[in-house]
């Protein structure tokens, strides 16, 4: 029994050792008889059984077809890569980039200056609010003055008033006892 353990182990042993391995690329021989086949395939083949078992001819022609173009399109995609100049690409490229970087540093001159009159603005602004406030302040202290003189002109008009309706008033008492003592006189 120990011996048939021993060999299920080696078995499994070769089993993983065959399926890490990469796959090996196909043999000579094994493409010859691929080539046999496809060309059997292309020819329709004299067989008439064969000819049913193979009725998707069509598809998998369209199929290669397909891939020979894909393969060729890649193929021309590559050869013309490889054709490229790389150095006038590199220095095209080079030349963007510093094209690029000069007008990012106008661009972060023209944003500094703009920040800048901004700045200036709004300090211009607030002093102008400031001026304002003083401005009115000194307008309100001007404006109560005038007001109070205005009462107080007001108050000597009134005061004028009376001292003239009272000088009218003496006149007149003179002028009475004038005529009384003229006439006590005579």
């Given at each position: 029994?120990?011996?048939?353990?021993?060999?299920?182990?080696?078995?499994?042993?070769?089993?993983?050792?065959?399926?890490?391995?990469?796959?090996?690329?196909?043999?000579?021989?094994?493409?010859?008889?691929?080539h046999?086949?496809?060309?059997?395939?292309e020819?329709?083949?004299?067989?008439?059984?064969?000819?049913?078992?193979?009725?998707?001819?069509?598809?998998?022609?369209?199929?290669?077809?397909?891939?020979?173009?894909?393969?060729?399109?890649?193929?021309?995609?590559?050869?013309?890569?490889?054709?490229?100049?790389y150095?006038?690409?590199?220095?095209?490229?080079?030349t963007?980039?510093?094209?690029?970087?000069?007008?990012?540093?106008?661009?972060?001159?023209?944003?500094?200056?703009?920040?800048?009159?901004?700045?200036?603005?709004?300090?211009?602004?607030?002093?102008?609010?400031?001026?304002?406030?003083?401005?009115?302040?000194?307008?309100?202290?001007?404006?109560?003055?005038?007001?109070?003189?205005?009462?107080?002109?007001?108050?000597?008009?009134?005061?004028l008033?009376?001292?003239?309706?009272?000088?009218?008033?003496?006149?007149d008492?003179?002028?009475?006892?004038?005529?009384?003592?003229?006439?006590?006189?005579?």
């Open positions: 029994m120990s011996s048939v353990y021993t060999r299920s182990k080696e078995f499994t042993r070769n089993r993983k050792s065959q399926s890490d391995s990469p796959p090996a690329s196909p043999s000579p021989t094994a493409k010859t008889f691929r046999e086949r496809l060309s059997r395939l020819s329709g083949g004299s067989n008439p059984a064969t000819s049913d078992s193979y009725s998707d001819r069509p598809s998998a022609r369209a199929r290669r077809e397909a891939r020979e173009a894909r393969l060729a399109s890649l193929t021309s995609r590559v050869e013309e890569d490889s054709n490229k100049d150095k006038k690409l590199y220095e095209s490229a080079l963007e980039n510093q094209k690029l970087k000069s007008k990012l540093q106008e661009a972060q001159l023209e944003l500094a200056d703009v920040k800048s009159k901004l700045e200036k603005m709004a300090q211009q602004k607030q002093e102008k609010t400031s001026d304002r406030s003083s401005v009115l302040e000194t307008e309100k202290r001007e404006r109560r003055a005038l007001e109070r003189k205005m009462s107080e002109m007001e108050e000597e008009m009134k005061v008033t009376e001292l003239k309706s009272d000088n009218q008033r003496l006149k008492e003179n002028g009475a006892l004038i005529r009384v003592i003229s006439k006590l006189s005579k």
